[in-house]
């Protein structure tokens, strides 16, 4: 069953660094997206991305963060500076066009520690 | 008021049983509902998926919406250990791209 791949599975870094987390969405999904979740605390929406640009972001996405899809099979998140709150798990997810538009399938995560 | 309301349990019933879980929800916009099971760090697996009012079922689970009052539930038929996980409800008020709001999971224990 086709399915949605991030790296790394646990990222630790000193607060103030950048962190890239990189995902490889399912192959024919035109929906792309990324989601975190705090111990403890609900899944968030962070953004979507759909042909080659932003569709949708949340108010957690600021100016730290940024998406790229660089080679038609890979989507990124980089955080430009972290902070301690960005301590979490990551998701990312992708969904196909039409009626399953908003059938997300959900990579298992990366989490991110920043000490 | 929370824009998505879900108990947080844990509920534990014994394996047979029908586990019960629903959520509430304060936007009238949202049409598009949804059920996921997360094991322990593990990302969301999409168990039911609909849209508007109505029921809908699948094998053990069934899903319901009441627009109306804006409540869905999910119930889970003859209940195995390995139903053991958090099931997140999840609702979107447009078909596409459109960013999912999560209530915050019940956690489900069945025990043997």
């Known amino acids: 069953e086709p399915e949605v791949t991030q790296t790394p599975s646990h990222q630790v870094t000193q607060m103030g660094q950048e962190v890239i987390l990189r995902c490889v969405p399912i192959s024919n999904h035109l929906y792309f997206y990324w989601y975190r979740q705090i111990l403890g605390q609900k899944v968030e929406f962070l953004v979507s991305f759909y042909n080659n640009e932003i569709s949708e972001k949340s108010e957690i996405f600021d100016d730290q963060f940024s998406v790229e899809r660089p080679d038609g099979s890979n989507f990124t998140l980089k955080i430009r500076s972290t902070k301690l709150e960005d301590s979490a798990m990551y998701f990312c997810a992708s969904s196909d066009g039409g009626i399953a538009a908003n059938v997300l399938t959900f990579g298992a995560g990366s989490r991110l520690t920043v000490l | 008021q929370k824009e998505v309301e879900q108990d947080p349990g844990p509920l534990s019933v014994p394996e047979g049983a029908i586990v019960s879980l629903n959520c509430t929800y304060s936007n009238s916009a949202f049409q598009y509902f949804m059920w996921y099971r997360q094991y322990s760090r593990k990302g969301p697996e999409l168990l039911m998926y609909?849209?508007?009012?109505g029921n809908k079922e699948d094998g053990r689970f069934t899903a319901q919406v009441d627009k109306s009052s804006k409540y869905i539930s999910l119930f889970i038929r003859d209940s195995q250990p390995s139903d053991s996980a958090t099931y997140l409800c999840?609702?979107?008020?447009?078909?596409?791209?459109?960013?999912?709001?999560f209530g915050g999971g019940t956690r489900v224990l069945v025990k043997p």
């Open positions: 609909t849209y508007s009012s």
């Open positions: 999840a609702m979107s008020a447009k078909a596409a791209g459109n960013k999912l709001t």
